[in-house]
């Protein structure tokens, strides 16, 4: 890998089954890898029309576990989201040179090797930042089908932040993003990614996510507040 990524979208569930309904039978998307082999927590992923990934993250094993908490402190909703880089270390350079605490660290596999940006640092988001390199296990355990042919594309994650200079620190100059302007949001593209983030600046607002956004070539008829038992806007932006 040789330039960052916006690799997928992760939501905070109690079961990853919650999300089937909405992700496979309205969205068209389909299964495309998980695993459940930690003591703390299991995912599974989601491929839609066009390559974009969501991910969700539940809890397993005793009721003190970080998903519990999180789910505890607010219910479901957007937890994450991965951006896979060509070199942890650089990232970490980086985030050190911008002022940026990294927390949970983790080496002790060669194979998948990450750190994150806190939400309270990282525009009310959890960032995980990810080098990968072949031969590990994890996300292809699980067997893979193809996105249904009239489903779905994910366009990507809708934000808000107080400050356009702190966007585009973190999600340009750190994490390899170009910025352009849509509208009054800014828009960062990653070249070898199908997803986008859109970030609306609000000096007033709570910083973090708003809503997912989606694009497809039939009415998806989505509700206009969070989907039920997902806790997350879906917004159908165009066909």
């Known amino acids: 890998m040789t330039a960052t990524k916006l690799d997928h979208i992760a ?10 309904e909405l992700f496979e ?21 989601w491929e839609f029309q066009g390559g974009g990934r969501l991910e969700v993250i539940y809890p397993s094993g005793p009721p003190n576990g970080f998903m519990h908490r999180f789910l505890a402190a607010g219910g479901p909703r957007v937890h994450h989201v991965t951006l896979k880089v060509a070199s942890l270390d650089e990232t970490l350079a980086k985030a050190a040179a911008h002022g940026q605490q990294v927390i949970g660290v983790e080496r002790s596999n060669p194979h998948w ?3 994150f940006l806190h939400p309270k640092q990282a525009q009310g988001i959890v960032v995980q930042m990810v080098e990968q ?34 966007a585009r620190r973190q999600w340009s100059d750190l994490l390899g993003g170009s910025a352009a302007m849509q509208g009054s949001s ?3 593209r990653w070249e070898q990614s199908p997803l986008v983030l859109l970030v609306d600046v609000r000096p007033d607002a709570a910083e973090g996510p708003q809503q997912i956004e989606l694009r497809a070539t039939r009415d998806l008829i989505l509700p206009r507040g969070p989907y039920p038992g997902l806790g997350t806007r879906f917004v159908q932006t165009g066909r």
């Open 11 to 20: 939501l905070g569930l109690p079961r990853a089954s919650d999300a089937i």
């Open 25 to 45: 039978e309205r969205l068209g998307g389909a299964p495309a890898g998980g695993y459940d082999g930690s003591a703390e927590f299991g995912f599974r992923q």
């Open 186 to 188: 800014l828009v960062f």
């Open 133 to 166: 390199a072949p031969g590990g296990e994890g996300d292809d355990l699980l067997p893979a089908s193809r996105p249904r042919a009239d489903g779905a594309r994910l366009v990507g994650l809708r934000l808000f932040a107080r400050s356009a200079e702190a």
């Open 113 to 115: 090797q990450e750190a």
